[in-house]
């Protein structure tokens, strides 16, 4: 839980970002919207699945613990998805260089392909829906979006809360 200010309201500005964070979660996890960004980048895997893999995707082959833990679920759920993951082509487990008894996952080209389309396909659409905003406009959200994004994984960590990336 994160800790309160002791008697600090929030200020209009930060309830207004909650709220607009909070829609736009939920928006990106819809299985609705994942299904049709799905199709369209010819991925035929469940929101689960991409998500494990666009986590692999921005990080060296992890542990199934790490990998659990970073995407904040059970680490059964990570060990069922790795072992149909596998058996579609698209992770693979190799030796922990640091630890000879341990395995870690890694993407398979496959796996990076069909990161890459899909993270293709959710570019174009969130083009599409910015086509109005000007350059600046575009360059500043970029900007202080992924600020905002780094000082609350930050603070998570700080809080001693696993970090949950977003699965763009």
């Known amino acids: 839980m994160f800790p309160l200010p ?42 689960a699945a991409v ?7 921005d990080s060296e082959p992890l ?16 060990t069922r998805q790795v072992q149909q993951l596998e058996r579609s082509g698209h992770v693979v487990r190799v030796p922990d260089p640091d630890d000879g008894r341990a395995l870690r996952v890694r993407l398979t080209p496959l796996g990076a ?17 910015l086509a109005d905003w000007s350059p600046e406009e575009l360059r500043q959200l970029a900007l202080l979006f992924g600020r905002m994004v780094d000082a609350l994984l930050a603070y998570a960590v700080d ?3 696993a970090p949950d990336t977003p699965t763009d």
Do not use: C, F, K, W
Request: hydrophobic content about 50%; proline content about 4%; cysteine-free.
């Open 51 to 57: 998500a494990l893999l666009r986590r692999l995707a």
């Open 6 to 47: 002791p008697t600090a309201a929030p200020s209009l500005e930060a309830i207004e970002i909650e709220r607009a964070l909070t829609r736009a979660a939920y928006l990106n996890a819809s299985a609705r919207r994942h299904a049709v960004l799905a199709a369209l980048a010819g991925v035929p895997l469940d929101r």
């Open 159 to 161: 809080e001693g809360q």
């Open 113 to 129: 392909d069909a990161v890459a389309r899909v993270r293709d396909i959710g570019a174009r659409g969130m083009q599409l829906a």
């Open 63 to 78: 542990r199934l613990g790490e990998l659990a833990q970073q995407l904040a679920v059970e680490a059964s759920h990570v």
